[in-house]
């Protein structure tokens, strides 16, 4: 972390953005003192009471959490969860309070699974979970079900112990973090992601998607998949809607179009804007055709529980593509003509008019045997599978140079548009498209920033 100085400029941020974001119809009242100095914390604590912290415990505390006592003696609001986080006079190891109870919980698993035995010889389940808890330090007073622990027998090369966060209502075991710093800036950047508070944490991220936005328009493709998954753990939503344009680009479009559109009533503004009309409406009526039984699938819950005016549009797009001669369109007309001229001249050979797989034999087989007598009929090559497939990827290899040039013709139909997703809506350009081809679309400057 540095000096112990390095914490106050965060802790301060962390505070002002903590007030900001408090709802006082939802939230329990800040303290007088916190609202007062715009200070989630305490007064400092001396060296002297942080080394009888460790003469009291036996160990020297880790750098990270000694600067931060020598800046505030205890900590209100570590994340959602955690409400109080101990000073020098607080701290205890967790067999040694009440909350030895996470140690209990883990012991009996570990017994229950140790019962069952483990053919590879190695600790069952929640066998070294169970270890970490019985030695580790707690960190945090009160919370949610939930607890913040450092472990003094996991040490690294410059003296930090790795610390854990763990929730009962998790569903998962402890989680690990190289250091006590580390895991208090993951409490921050989760409480960025569930609150989403103004100021310069959101400012800044909202900046960096922006800019990220402009250089995928321009050509970059891993740079800015970097900077949306960083926004997206803080919570930024807009870092999701163009994640998912260039992440279906690359491959398993079905599945990222499901991830995103999954109604939720925050999502709202996404389901009412041009982008959803003419872009991801077309994949998620596709992506319900071909869905198996067991995948996700938004499109009968958009239905069900979306605004009016959203199951409108649907309605009216569902009606319109069961009328015979219905058309899909992928963007403007200069750039809608050019695809069609491609897809539709795809379409209308043999090999993609051919099944995809060959049709259940339910009924009796029939055995023909040759005679002879004449020339041995040839067996339809596009009765097996894989011949279709070579075939089709050989139509797929000629045609790809002109659907690329086309790009060029490309326009987004609003700001958070940066790629033709609606490509994948047609059967023929679905299979044209690869993972290598959609990041050549990426890699291609298209459009206006």
């Given amino acids: 972390m540095g000096e112990c100085t390095a914490w106050r400029p965060f802790l301060e941020q962390w505070s002002a953005e903590w007030i900001a974001g408090h709802d006082p119809e939802k939230d329990a009242p800040l303290a007088p003192e916190v609202v007062r100095d715009t200070w989630l914390g305490f007064a400092p604590a001396s060296e002297t009471e942080v080394a009888a912290a460790e003469a009291r415990l036996g160990r020297r505390l880790p750098p990270s959490l000694r600067q931060f006592l020598l800046v505030t003696n205890g900590w209100r609001d570590a994340g959602n969860f955690i409400y109080r986080l101990a000073g020098t006079a607080e701290l205890e190891w967790l067999r040694d309070t009440d909350d030895r109870t996470w140690i209990e919980v883990w012991e009996d698993l570990a017994e229950d699974e140790d019962e069952n035995g483990d053919e590879d010889g190695e600790d069952a389940f929640g066998v070294q979970e169970a270890k970490i808890l019985a030695r580790s330090l707690r960190l945090s007073l009160e919370g949610d079900a939930a607890v913040m622990l450092l472990d003094p027998d996991d040490v690294d090369e410059d003296g930090e112990w790795a610390a854990y966060w763990l929730a009962s209502w998790s569903g998962e075991g402890p989680e690990r973090y190289s250091s006590f710093h580390d895991l208090m800036r993951r409490q921050w950047v989760s409480f960025h992601a569930l609150r989403k508070p103004p100021g310069a944490t959101r400012d800044h991220w ?118 015979p001669g219905f058309w899909l369109t992928f963007g403007g007309p200069e750039f809608d003509a050019a695809v069609h001229a491609v897809a539709d001249r795809l379409a209308g050979k043999p090999a993609f008019q051919a099944p995809d797989e060959p049709p259940n034999r339910t009924g009796p087989i029939v055995v023909s045997l040759y005679a002879g007598g004449g020339p041995r009929p040839e067996a339809d090559p596009l009765s097996d599978p894989a011949k279709v497939r070579a075939a089709r990827a050989a139509l797929c290899d000629e045609a790809w140079p002109e659907l690329h040039a086309a790009l060029r013709l490309w326009e987004p139909v609003c700001e958070d548009h940066i790629a033709p997703i609606s490509l994948f809506a047609d059967p023929v350009l679905a299979q044209m498209i690869t993972p290598d081809r959609g990041r050549e679309i990426l890699a291609t400057s298209r459009g206006p920033l």
């Fill in 206 to 323: 909202d900046a960096e998607v922006e800019r990220a936005r402009c250089e995928a328009l321009s050509g970059a493709v891993d740079g800015p998949l970097s900077v949306f998954a960083q926004a997206h753990d803080y919570g930024r939503e807009r870092a999701d809607v163009l994640s998912m344009q260039m992440k279906a680009m690359l491959g398993d479009w079905r599945g990222h179009v499901a991830s995103l559109m999954w109604y939720c009533p925050g999502n709202d503004d996404l389901l009412l804007s041009p982008l959803f009309a003419a872009e991801l409406l077309p994949l998620l009526v596709r992506q319900d055709q071909l869905a198996h039984p067991h995948d996700l699938r938004p499109l009968p819950r958009l239905k069900e529980y979306a605004p009016a005016p959203v199951r409108a549009l649907v309605a009216d797009y569902e009606a319109r593509a069961a009328e």
